[in-house]
């Protein structure tokens, strides 16, 4: 439950990072948190914990769109 209480409190936290480093930092704690989840989910098989990982994959990959930056074009 703890788990579950972290996940929801991080989805819910302001997604402001002005820094590399604070992405660098959401995204992989978004990555251990949907993996931690990932491994109650295997065991109980509970769609609430799906729909929190999937909520959490939506903000990791936002993140990481950002890190990436915009294409440099010609």
């Known amino acids: 439950m703890e788990l579950i209480n972290h996940a929801?409190?991080?989805?819910t936290r302001k997604?402001?990072?002005?820094?590399?480093?604070?992405?660098?930092?959401?995204?992989?704690?978004?990555?251990?948190?949907?993996?931690?989840?990932?491994?109650v989910y295997k065991k109980t098989k509970d769609k609430k914990i799906m729909d929190i990982m999937k909520r959490l994959t939506v903000i990791k990959q936002r993140i990481e769109k950002r890190l990436k930056g915009k294409p440099l074009t010609a």
């Open 8 to 11: 929801l409190e991080f989805e």
């Open 15 to 39: 997604m402001r990072f002005p820094t590399t480093s604070d992405r660098i930092m959401a995204a992989r704690e978004a990555k251990e948190l949907i993996l931690s989840l990932n491994e």
